[in-house]
């Protein structure tokens, strides 16, 4: 029997992960930018976290989420996405005391769905959570963020933004009131899951992928009719904002997210170069979720991105990262090992990339140079090293050139663009 990995998983190495890091590291680094800390949540919550915080009419809650009960009899929940954990922690770490509270987070999520193109049971996503401001202009903030981070991987030109408002609780009411009304004349139409959520949550009818709920979809009640003055000049804020900014958006009257408390603002962003499932990050204002798992009535705002479908469009539209050049060193002769390894060490001291092969000829070790396609080669036989030298191959232009042994990292310093330093 040959074992593999359990089916919707993957191992990630060579040039998939060089594209995985590039899209955590880039979220990182802009987040740092915008003054946002970075949390780690467990892995596994109550199963109630989740169920509370992402909603029990959801998709991810009522058939995707991995549950278990532990020996002590209670029931825990492989975390299938990050508001709920980071909420959570908000609550039950007291960071109420410190608002607004800016946090960003990476990791594994866990999923039970299909798994299809870019899409796994463990998937990876990098997020960002603001807990305590209420403005519009946090919303903006976020989007600005959110777009930085694509534009830095270079998926401008293959991402579009689309945004909607949910309203307030007030304008959200009368929203859900005209979309059972109009539901009902086709309750009898409705796939069954529609058929649940008109009862619990109606606006998630709205996000069916059933394609008989769609064409009953097109002429339901548009949100924005339903807008009281408060939610329209909130919405309007945002996207004045946007376009004060130069960031382009597209309002979609039937875009929804899944959890059951959302508010105002929802957006995605989507491309059209990963087929159907287009969305790459997505997120919106969940002003009463921290109320519904516990905490004081605090605003929040958040997106989550996955690491996956972003690493993946890299490849599709020919962004993938180029991987650091190393740098090669070469003993001709097995007298030359300690030798090289302490020129090795030194290199990498200084900040260099480098690799050496531990066996075979200088021809065998010159080829396993070209195979990782090191920039450069140091060569060092007896006679050079006796003088205090060593030989430096340029691999691109074939140049070589003698170099003193303890001038080598300055030496090398050319070698850094190449090195992605």
């Not at 993957?10 to 955590?24: E, W």
């Not at 990963?274 to 002003?287: H, I, N, S």
């Amino acid at each position: 029997m040959k074992i593999q990995p359990a089916r919707g998983t993957r191992d990630i190495y060579g040039k998939d992960l060089s594209a995985f890091m590039f899209v955590q590291n880039t979220a990182r680094d802009f987040a740092k930018r915008y003054g946002f800390g970075e949390i780690q949540t467990p892995v596994f919550e109550s199963t109630e976290v989740f169920a509370r915080g992402v909603g029990e009419t959801s998709d991810i809650v009522s058939k995707e989420m991995y549950t278990f009960t532990d020996r002590g009899g209670e029931s825990f929940t492989l975390r299938p996405e990050g508001t709920a954990g980071v909420v959570r922690a908000f609550i039950s770490e007291g960071m109420e005391q410190n608002q607004p509270v800016k946090l960003m987070y990476a990791g594994p999520m866990f999923r039970y769905e299909r798994p299809q193109k870019g899409r796994y049971r463990q998937l990876h996503q990098v997020g960002v959570e603001v807990l305590g401001a209420s403005a519009p202009q946090t919303d903006v903030e976020v989007l600005c963020l959110a777009w930085d981070f694509l534009s830095a991987l270079g998926l401008k030109p293959y991402i579009r933004l689309e945004l909607n408002t949910l309203g307030d609780v007030e304008s959200r009411a009368a929203y859900r009131d005209a979309l059972v009304a109009y539901f009902e004349q086709y309750k009898d139409r409705l796939s069954e899951d529609s058929r649940v959520r008109l009862a619990k949550n109606p606006l998630r009818i709205l996000d069916s992928k059933d394609e008989g709920d769609k064409k009953i979809v097109e002429n339901a009640p548009a949100m924005t009719d339903y807008l009281n003055d408060e939610s329209r000049q909130f919405f309007d804020a945002v996207k004045n904002g946007l376009t004060e900014m130069g960031i382009p958006f597209t309002v979609n009257p039937r875009l929804v997210r899944g959890l059951d408390y959302y508010r105002h603002t929802v957006f995605e962003f989507i491309t059209d170069s990963l087929g159907a499932q287009g969305t790459v990050l997505a997120g919106g204002r969940y002003d009463g979720l921290v109320e519904e798992l516990g905490g004081p009535k605090t605003a929040g705002i958040g997106f989550g991105a996955g690491i996956d479908r972003l690493a993946l469009l890299l490849q599709e539209v020919g962004k993938q990262p180029e991987e650091p050049r190393p740098i090669a060193v070469v003993p001709v002769g097995d007298d030359m090992t300690l030798p090289v390894m302490k020129i090795a060490h030194d290199l990498r001291q200084a900040g260099f990339v480098v690799d050496m092969a531990y066996s075979g000829n200088m021809g065998k070790r010159m080829k396993k140079a070209n195979k990782i396609n090191a920039c450069a080669a140091v060569i060092l036989g007896s006679d050079e090293y006796a003088k205090g030298v060593a030989a430096v191959r340029d691999l691109d232009t074939g140049d070589q050139s003698e170099v003193e042994i303890a001038g080598l990292p300055d030496f090398m310093q050319k070698y850094r663009a190449a090195q992605g330093m």
